[in-house]
């Protein structure tokens, strides 16, 4: 299987508010989709790719949807047609670009990868439709935010494998219709709720993707250790596990940095005590928060009260980006039982206030 990048969606994709570029626990950070094979081995995204499994064997936890997708994979083989368009959604850093490639393994095909902000002229999506062969997966992240025309261009490419373009202009315009091979869109996006519903009915197959439970995260960090040569105990992995957020790309990330501690202090062996170290030093706590998240709850409980407060208020007064504080940070709070949301706006929960008391004068 190759994987084909297109586009420029490394410098343009998921930009984030004020407050959580430089995050630790930043579920969107490293995240450029398209693996770029030129990418120097230190970039991010060449350190990303090294760690993704490339089996569906290989992908741990996610049973629901590795059971949907593997039936789906095994059915299309026996009858030698593309597989169904696929939407994965759920928050960033779960494994939906991950997956995609997985599919496409697993079908023997190629995967060619891009996102929507990527895709604005209608020769963008044109020149990916048009190149591809048959069976071959197109992987679209952030597809919440496609254009009107290239969302156009793929209902007659979706339903139909047909291209339809518009030539001339004005009285003179005519459409001709291409032929396309049948292929495989897999969209992903961290908003299935912003997806017009044209769009999403063309979709075969829709799947969520959870947060891991805590054995699913143990077995992600001891496999990435496993790869980046570490000695780890299953406590310390535990540990990571549990200050990731749910959330493979951060546990991968939090390793690094527990790596980092461990060779500065000359440790061969990572224990549970020495993750401890390492994570405090960047200030994440024990159930995964970072400094700016416990701004955001301290902010609720302080100034409003804790709430009910709107998320366009929250986001003023962190200076962030409402988008990025809903679809980013308040997922896993929202999981956590920290935060509610009501029809009246935020609500900080007994477990959040619990929470604050519990870091005390901790930033
Ligand atoms: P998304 O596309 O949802 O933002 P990615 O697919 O890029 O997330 O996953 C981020 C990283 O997390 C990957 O590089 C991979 O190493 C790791 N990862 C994700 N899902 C899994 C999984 N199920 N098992 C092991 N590692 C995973």
Do not use: W
């Amino acid at each position: 299987m190759a994987i084909v990048s297109s586009g420029s969606q490394g410098q343009d994709r998921r930009r984030s508010g004020a407050g959580s570029g430089q995050r630790l626990v930043d579920p969107q950070a490293d995240a450029e989709t398209a693996p770029r094979p030129e990418a120097a081995p230190e970039a991010p995204q060449a350190r990303e790719d090294s760690l993704r499994p490339r089996r569906l064997a290989d992908y741990i936890g996610q049973g629901e949807l590795k059971q949907v997708l593997g039936i789906a994979i095994e059915a299309t083989q026996a009858r030698a047609e593309a597989l169904d368009h696929v939407l994965l959604y759920g928050p960033p850093g779960l494994g939906k670009t991950t997956m995609a490639l997985v599919l496409a393994e697993e079908l023997g095909v190629r995967c060619r990868i891009t996102s929507a902000p990527a895709l604005e002229r209608p020769r963008d999506i044109v020149g990916l439709l048009v190149n591809l062969q048959p069976r071959e997966l197109l992987f679209i992240d952030e597809i919440h935010r496609l254009s009107r025309v290239a969302e156009e261009l793929l209902y007659p490419a979706m339903e139909d494998f047909r291209l339809d373009l518009t030539v001339g202009k004005g009285t003179t315009a005519r459409t001709r219709s291409l032929p396309l091979p049948p292929f495989t869109l897999v969209g992903a996006t961290t908003r299935a709720g912003s997806l017009s519903s044209p769009l999403r009915d063309r979709f075969g197959l829709i799947q969520r993707l959870e947060f891991y439970g805590l054995q699913d995260l143990q077995a992600i960090v001891q496999r990435a250790a496993g790869l980046l040569r570490l000695q780890l105990e299953s406590e310390a992995a535990l540990e990571v596990a549990r200050r990731c957020r749910g959330t493979p790309r951060i546990a991968n990330r939090l390793l690094r940095r527990v790596r980092d501690v461990a060779a500065v202090n000359g440790e061969p062996l990572i224990t549970a005590a020495l993750v401890d170290q390492a994570l405090s030093l960047h200030r994440v706590d024990g159930r995964g928060l970072d400094a700016h998240d416990r701004r955001l709850l301290r902010l609720m409980l302080e100034a409003y009260g804790g709430g009910p407060v709107g998320l366009d208020t929250l986001a003023a007064g962190l200076g962030e980006d409402p988008a990025t504080l809903e679809a980013v940070v308040e997922p896993y709070l929202l999981q956590q039982g920290l935060l509610q949301r009501t029809p009246r706006g935020r609500l900080l929960t007994p477990a959040g206030r619990a929470h604050l008391d519990a870091q005390g004068a901790i930033a």
